[in-house]
Every structure is written in C-alpha cells, then in structure tokens.
C-alpha cells in the first residue's frame, strides 16, 4: 500500500545542521512528519493518520499554537462531560464517607468527570506544526516531540526548496 512508505522508517542519514534525517527514496523525515516526492504525512501506525497529496497542496508554513484540531468544540464537550459526571462523582465520596448503598450502574460513570477534564487541559496544549492550504481548506499537520524553531524552519524550508510551494505567511 501506498501509505505504508510513510509508516515505517527506513535507515536515514542526519543533516548534522539541521537535524533533518534525508534519504533520496523516502524523502525528508522531522519530528514524526515524511515529506516524499508526492505525499507529506505523519509516520503513524494508525491508518486514519494525515496524508496529503503533492497536487493537493497550494501553500505550506509553520506555526505555533494550540495543537487541537477543533480547540472550541473540544473544550464545550469535555466540560460538559465533567458536569454531567459530577453527580456520580459527588454521589460516590458520600457514599465512601457515610457508607450505604452504592449503585452499580453510577460506578461506571465515575471517570467521565475526569475524561471531560483531560479534554479541556489537553485543548490548552501548544507546540509547532505544519500549516498546509489545500483547495478550499486547511489541515495541521502536527509535529510530534518537541521540536526546536530552526528544525522546523529548516525543514518547511526543505519542504519548499523540493516541491517549490510559497511559503504560508
């Protein structure tokens, strides 16, 4: 399958200066991103990771910012997850103070107050990724670790060098 050359990672030499690890048949590799002669994608196992097609792409640019795809919608259903969870959560540290009866059915719930919260604090992480410009849209492409602002830069550069796209502003 096509997408399986952006999964898993041949023996690649470093770019000593720019941390870039190159090799002529798999392209140009940073941070969790493969960037070939026809598809930038993430190297992922899942399968429903983002590939783009060369054709597809009009402009590309870097960015730094908030790494969640949908940051508003994310954080309304995560805080309404933990409403909604609060009553069995309060229902249960009474039942563990004062003892009686504990429903089987509320015990299930009790994590939902604390998936909403990972949502929301998950929505307020920042860090560096792709800006890509396809036809009507916009995708990010996030990096993954903690790259440096010159790694990036350096490969975005790359990027445009070998494909000769403008440059996202």
């Given amino acids: 399958m096509r997408w399986q050359r952006c999964i898993f990672e041949s023996a690649m030499s470093v770019d000593e200066t720019n941390n870039l690890e190159v090799d002529s ?16 994608c993430e190297m992922d196992r899942d399968p429903s990771a983002i590939r783009l097609r060369r054709g597809d792409i009009k402009n590309i ?3 730094y910012g908030l790494l969640a795809p949908s940051p508003i919608l994310q954080a309304l259903f995560g805080a309404g997850l933990a409403a909604i969870g609060w009553y069995p959560l309060s ?8 003892g009686g009866t504990f429903p089987l059915e509320l015990a299930f719930l009790i994590p939902i107050p604390a998936i909403g919260l990972w949502m929301v604090i998950s929505v307020l992480r920042r860090g560096y990724f792709l800006d890509v410009e396809l036809e009507g849209e916009r995708k ?17 550069g790359a990027i445009v060098d070998r494909w000769g796209l403008r440059r996202n502003s």
């Fill in 25 to 40: 048949a798999d392209g140009i590799v940073c941070c969790g991103i493969q960037c070939t002669d026809d598809l930038l």
């Fill in 61 to 63: 640019g870097w960015r």
């Fill in 91 to 98: 229902f249960f540290i009474k039942w563990v103070r004062g």
């Fill in 140 to 156: 990010r492409v996030v990096f993954k670790g903690r790259p440096e602002a010159r790694e990036v830069e350096a490969f975005v």
